[in-house]
């Protein structure tokens, strides 16, 4: 199992251009999630997904928009980035009764917008 | 929705002391009580969890606790080693924020030799 994978590793974006952060997972989780991490804030949930077909907002959500095709896929698009977009990001995925046991986390994206 | 403070925001022990993180949450039906450990440059990865349920759980040199009265919970670790030097989370599930993990602010421990 690859686990959580997510590309780019690292991004450099112009302020107002768009551009699709890829996740995938092979456990067959049902919950994903988006995260984004700045430094003192902690994670901060941006979107999630119960399940294919279902998708629902974080903490964060402006500036983002996500889509469950399939169980395994859950991308993160910024629609025009823009610096408060430099962060930290990770996907994540779970299993459970609630969907919030374990959560696995992929490697991150770091992204840089000028 | 749900509030979760963490503190310290950074603790340094010296080798072989024990270490205590608290996290206090808002929504008192919350019900899952999740820590996670970040390595520099690494992903959270989950170290220990508590359920409602249970008051105290305890896996090798960590152990958390949970005070449902207070909404608050600890990290407990003992016998710090420096590999321990991390940033923790907590994070908090269930009741009215069903569906969503939230998370504390993390707090930077620093094991010294």
């Known amino acids: 199992n690859a686990g959580v994978t997510q590309t780019p590793k690292f991004q450099v974006l112009k302020t107002g251009q768009s551009m699709t952060l890829q996740c995938a997972q092979d456990?067959?989780?049902?919950?994903m999630s988006w995260y984004r991490q700045d430094p003192g804030m902690g994670l901060r949930l941006i979107h999630y997904?119960?399940?294919?077909?279902?998708?629902d907002q974080g903490e964060v959500p402006n500036g983002y928009n996500v889509s469950r095709s399939t169980t395994e896929d859950f991308p993160l698009r910024l629609l025009s980035a823009a610096p408060s977009q430099t962060s930290v990001y990770f996907c994540?995925?779970?299993?459970?009764?609630?969907?919030?046991?374990?959560?696995?986390f992929g490697p991150g994206t770091r992204l840089l917008v000028l | 929705g749900e509030n979760v403070e963490q503190h310290p925001s950074t603790l340094s022990v010296q080798e072989g002391d024990s270490a205590v993180i608290k996290c206090t949450y808002s929504d008192s039906a919350s019900n899952y009580f999740p820590w996670y450990k970040q390595e520099l440059g690494k992903r959270p990865q989950l170290i220990i969890d508590i359920r409602s349920n249970v008051g105290e759980k305890k896996d090798q040199r960590i152990a958390v606790t949970l005070n449902k009265t207070a909404k608050h919970f600890s990290l407990h670790i003992t016998e710090t080693q420096p590999e321990d030097s991390a940033v923790y989370f907590c994070a908090v599930a269930g009741g009215t924020s069903y569906g969503k993990l939230t998370f504390g602010q993390g707090t930077i421990l620093t094991v010294h030799p």
């Open positions: 997904s119960v399940g294919a077909g279902i998708t």
């Open positions: 994540a995925s779970s299993y459970g009764l609630t969907g919030w046991e374990t959560q696995y």
């Open positions: 456990m067959n989780h049902e919950y």
